[in-house]
């Protein structure tokens, strides 16, 4: 075993301790591995050494120190301890207690919530209040989950820090000063800083992958189809994916079950069944010193080159080390299409975004300017509700799909989609799972890159491939660079085939409890629950 990754520590904080920072009621050592909260809940509750109430409350507690600095949520709901109080009365009647009860979770704002705002992120849905709950949010209610409220993000998903947001910016729980990603940077914020259990996000071009690297928790982008999108605002329709937040990947793979599965409301989602991830884990107590013998891993070379940072480079290749010390074969791959993905996607998804925004015109959905004439009540709806991101991309999209250029942009760029598709599924008949970074870089400050969109953008190449293939990935926190008070944590991402999400996760939970030296508790964590 090994530490992966460079300079900046865990982060040994005032708690003493990983477990410090979850429970007072823990006391598991400075190199204790992630555990299950949702497992440890379910125990107390079962047992009654804790009731649900109380558990809500340290949460909300927590959730009130920290949110003045990181702003996660642009909503909380005021049914928590109302839904927690449930709970506890079904214990005390020895009522069959359902999987996620008493689990506080954090739900993206651009998915539907029948009881609580749905805003998208957006001003031209302000106050907006759905008539039904997605589908995934249904299935979590249904698991007894309790949820706690919306997560900020960028405008309808579109942009990878958070600043995009119509209503304010998310900061960093590693460093207030930086960015936690986007455009779910609401829900990996949350999820680090302890304000909730799990949460979920929606990725388009990895929008749960990179904030999940930028703040050290795991993140989970399913296979296309694998979560039903009923309820999603849509994006980009042929790339959106609903995904999971959590501290710890046996929670990621048992949120991920809960909202899995065909959904006769979405004619995309999948007929595949879905197992129960968690149960084929491997205990790490009980296997054999090499528990990963035999599995091939491929990193893809295009992934470690010119713009990357290098230390973002040697730490993702210290968690391949780690990989082969565990018996992995890992070798290089090359896949040559990978550079083509970046602005194929962009002309993909602005495309699919100008048509899927047009139904906010103030008069099907969005809040409403008076005008004297309905091309003014649509321009003057648009230009007040829109923020800047949103209206550039539908511009470039309604220019990719103008006359006389739709050969030229659209059309080729599906040309590279199925390019892409072929070299992943080349890639993965050799390897079981493909690795690289994440992102190219760890958190970057607020502002340093909101007046570059280009740079933004560019930020985004370790990740819009796997949505043009249609893959599953997991992102899991593997180390350490320099930067903030205790070190910016970096994500290692592994890519899969189709609907080989329990591969992933049974590879990165053997990966996450063997990795040693690494702390990944936010310091202002520590400090809230220290004072």
Known sequence: MVVAGGGGGGGDGPDGGRGAVLSEHQTLSSTSPPSSEILTIRKSLLSRERKAVEIAEEYLNRLRQTEPQIKSFLHVSENVMKEAKEIDGKIERNEELRPLAGVLIGVKDNICTADMPSTGGSRILQDYRPAFDATAVQKLRESGAVLVGKTNLDEFGMGSTTEGSGFQVTANPWDVTRVPGGSSGGSAAAVSARQCVVALGSDT??????????????????????????????????????????????????????????????????????????????????SESKPLKGLRVGIISETLGDGVDVPVASTIKAAASHLEELGCAVTEVSLPSFSLGLPAYYILASSESSSNLSRYDGVRYGNQVAAEELNSLYGDSRANGFGPEVKMRILMGTYALSAGYYDAYYKRAQQVRTLVQKSFKAALSENDILISPAAPSAAYKIGEKKNDPLAMYAGDIMTVNVNLAGLPALVLPCGFVEGGPAGLPIGLQMIGAQFDEGKLLRVGHIFEQTLQGCRFIPPLVAESVAS
């Open 205 to 286: 071009g990895g929008s749960v992958r990179q904030p999940a690297s930028f703040c050290g928790v795991v993140g989970m982008k399913p296979t296309y189809g694998r979560v039903s999108r009923f309820g999603l605002m849509a994006y980009a329709s042929s790339l959106d994916v609903i995904g999971c937040f959590g501290s710890s990947v046996a929670d990621t793979a048992i949120l991920l079950e809960a909202i899995a599965g065909h959904d006769i409301f979405d004619a995309t989602s999948s007929k595949h069944e879905v197992p129960n991830f968690a149960s084929q884990f491997i205990s790490t107590e009980f």
